[in-house]
């Protein structure tokens, strides 16, 4: 029986309710099913996680416990960066400019970008027209700025 986050969360739980049962509940399963599967776990580990009446971990249940809270975690954070690229949350926009929108245009950009889209990171590379062009075309630049006209309003 490999170990799988499923059940690396069931032991983190009876930890955490400090009960079969009470684990089960929480989990929304029934306690002979969790308790066969922690048992085959165990058997599977060669180790006891667990004691039982009253139920306290092992000092084996202890680190088994202590690295499937950072496991979990880690993966409880690639399914969300997952689903934030997936919805355009979280990724890179190339930005290819011209110096006249490096005083303007680009700080303005980035303020924005800050503040409406915190996981999209800017990568911005100064160059010419022709050049920005050419970047746009072979698909270096998501998004170029190749002139910057300012008109007055006074």
């Known amino acids: 029986m490999p170990v799988d986050i499923r059940l690396m969360r069931y032991v983190v739980a009876i930890a955490e309710e400090g009960s079969f049962g009470r684990a089960a509940a929480r989990l929304h399963i029934a306690q002979p099913p969790l308790s066969r599967q922690v048992g085959e776990l165990e058997r599977e580990l060669g180790v006891r996680l667990f004691e039982r009446r009253p139920t ?3 000092a084996a249940g202890e680190a088994f416990v202590e690295s499937a809270r950072k496991v979990i975690a880690d993966v409880d954070r690639a399914v969300a960066r997952t689903k934030a690229v997936a919805g355009g949350a979280v990724g890179v926009v190339r930005v290819g400019y011209v110096v006249s929108a490096a ?6 950009l980035q303020a924005a970008a800050r503040k409406q889209a915190p996981g999209i990171r800017l990568d911005v590379t100064e160059t010419d027209s022709a050049a920005l062009a050419q970047g746009l075309r072979d698909g270096r630049y998501d998004l170029v700025f190749p002139a910057v006209s300012r008109t007055s309003t006074d």
Do not use: A, I, S
């Open 56 to 58: 306290r971990l092992t």
């Open 103 to 108: 005083y303007e245009v680009l700080p303005r």
